[in-house]
């Protein structure tokens, strides 16, 4: 088993930024793939970003293009996403996920990601 506990999630003003961060431990090995989903009240969890084992390959939707960076730390066994130029539209729990298996492309369906972190609410005032 894997866990996964994010941290940094808070209130911000529109405009400002947030840094989350994931630590996974437990059965972790070399060659996996982490990443970042959200889901506001109401709507189906989505997918945000994710990078590759080496971070060479890093992916996001279009929503956060730009404006959001997914980074990781191996030796920490850590992802991070860095949130900048939030607005109230990005206001929503935020998921760390774990792929045991890096595969090519974002794997932006939650049934191709293997562990989930209990999330971390982030809120965008207006």
């Known amino acids: 088993q894997v866990q996964l506990v994010e941290s940094g999630g808070g209130l911000v003003q529109a405009g400002g930024s947030l840094r989350l961060s994931c630590a996974a431990s437990?059965?972790?090995?070399?060659?996996?793939?982490m990443g970042w989903f959200r889901q506001a009240p109401g709507t189906e969890r989505q997918f945000v970003a994710s990078?590759?084992?080496?971070?060479?390959?890093?992916y996001y939707a279009d929503s956060v293009k730009g404006r959001f960076t997914i980074s990781r730390d191996i030796t920490k066994n850590t992802v991070y996403l860095q949130m900048n130029s939030l607005s109230p539209e990005d206001t929503a729990t935020y998921y760390c996920?774990?792929?045991?298996?890096?595969?090519?492309?974002?794997?932006?369906?939650?049934?191709?990601?293997?562990?989930w972190g209990q999330g971390t609410q982030v809120t965008v005032s207006s």
């Open positions: 437990g059965r972790t090995f070399s060659g996996n793939r």
């Open positions: 990078i590759s084992w080496s971070g060479g390959s890093r």
């Open positions: 996920t774990y792929g045991e298996i890096d595969r090519l492309g974002p794997a932006q369906n939650s049934y191709e990601w293997d562990y």
